[in-house]
Nanobody
């Protein structure tokens, strides 16, 4: 599985961030796509995940209520949209693949994207 993220950059507080993860080498039927983020000096954590084998996507508490993860089946692309972003959302964001099901702790990841930096600042 190969993953390529895009969409990071500078976002103003209160604005909307939309990240994309292009998936190749496998289909979204077989892999669960996770979004991780890692802020400077902090560990990398799962913030969202989507799997076609599960009825609902996963969101960490930090993203619940203001984020949407979705998949474009035709393009094999997964999107993460975050509204009302704040400086604490600044981090490097990574998409990652795990076979079949989501893991809220990010275990058994089989592939990583290169990461895309996000800075929330005015």
């Amino acid at each position: 599985v190969q993953l390529v993220e895009s969409g990071g950059g500078l976002v103003q507080p209160g604005g909307t961030l939309r990240l994309s993860c292009e998936v190749s080498g496998d289909t979204l039927d077989d892999v669960a796509i996770h979004w991780f983020r890692q802020a400077p000096g902090k560990e990398r954590v799962v913030v969202s995940c989507i799997s076609r084998r599960e009825p609902l996507p996963y969101y960490a508490d930090s993203l619940k209520g203001r984020s949407t993860i979705s998949a474009d089946n035709a393009k094999t692309t997964v999107y993460l949209e975050m509204n009302n972003v704040q400086p604490e959302d600044s981090a490097d964001y990574y998409c990652a693949a795990r076979y079949y099901y989501c893991s809220s702790v990010g275990s058994m990841i089989v592939a990583w994207g290169q990461g895309t930096p996000v800075t929330v600042s005015s």
